[in-house]
């Protein structure tokens, strides 16, 4: 028989408990439908010559891996989670490179690096049981720039991780087009970053002016 007072002290525990087991349930179930977006890393790794060897010896200089997190976040959730970096890799033309994709996730079933083909990439382990998929580059050229999709499957899920790839490069020979259903002309210089093209107006003795392009 529970008198009066311990009735209300009982009624008190029991609300209690219950409170927190609720809160601690909802907070579980919080934490199962929002996946960690730590859970997926993006480094990029570019090569440094600090130049230790001089030409009187035949040392080699020395090389130095510059590691930089792109920090990638989820974009989209769905079906499958799409990943894109805050950070664009920007290279120099003929640089090495190596872009990095570290994983905390589930058991990979299979993985794939897609750019114009797709790739089967081999997934290893660091230190920490991550997953760590890398795609290097040897003297990278203007014309591997581009988006990188690492496309990955696993046990408890699909990922996609978009890494765009910008190759730094002199600007080209400048040349002209017409605008669609307009009479301007446009002119062109292509390169990474974005050219300024400037208009020079000269007197020819054949005609008044003749419209001359710089590009810089």
């Known amino acids: 028989m529970i008198i009066p007072e311990q009735r209300s002290r009982h009624n008190y525990i029991c609300f209690y408990f219950c409170f927190k087991v609720l809160i601690m349930t909802a907070v579980t179930f919080t934490s199962a439908m929002n996946p960690n977006t730590s859970e997926i890393t993006c480094v990029f ?14 040392v080699s200089p020395k090389i130095s891996n510059i590691l930089e997190d792109l920090g990638c976040y989820l974009n989209s959730q769905g079906a499958e989670n799409i990943y ?20 905390n996730i589930s058991e990979i079933i299979s993985c794939f690096w897609f750019f114009k083909e797709s790739k089967a990439c081999k997934p290893s382990l660091d230190s920490e049981n991550r997953y760590v998929m890398s795609l290097a580059f040897s003297q990278i050229k203007e014309t591997q720039a581009g988006k990188y999709t690492l496309s990955v499957i696993s ?16 600007p080209g020979k400048p040349y002209f087009r017409k605008r669609e259903k307009s009479d301007a002309i446009e002119c062109i210089s292509e390169s990474y970053p974005q050219p300024s093209v400037e208009w020079i107006f000269c007197k020819t003795p054949e005609k008044r002016y003749v419209a001359c392009l710089y590009a810089s």
């Open 155 to 170: 046990k408890t899920g699909n990922y996609t991780v978009v890494v765009p790839v910008l190759v730094r490069k002199k």
């Open 45 to 58: 790794i570019s090569q440094k010559d600090e130049g230790s060897g001089t030409p009187e010896t035949s």
């Open 84 to 103: 894109e970096p805050t950070k664009n890799v920007e290279v120099n033309v003929f640089e090495d490179i190596e872009l990095k994709v570290i994983m």
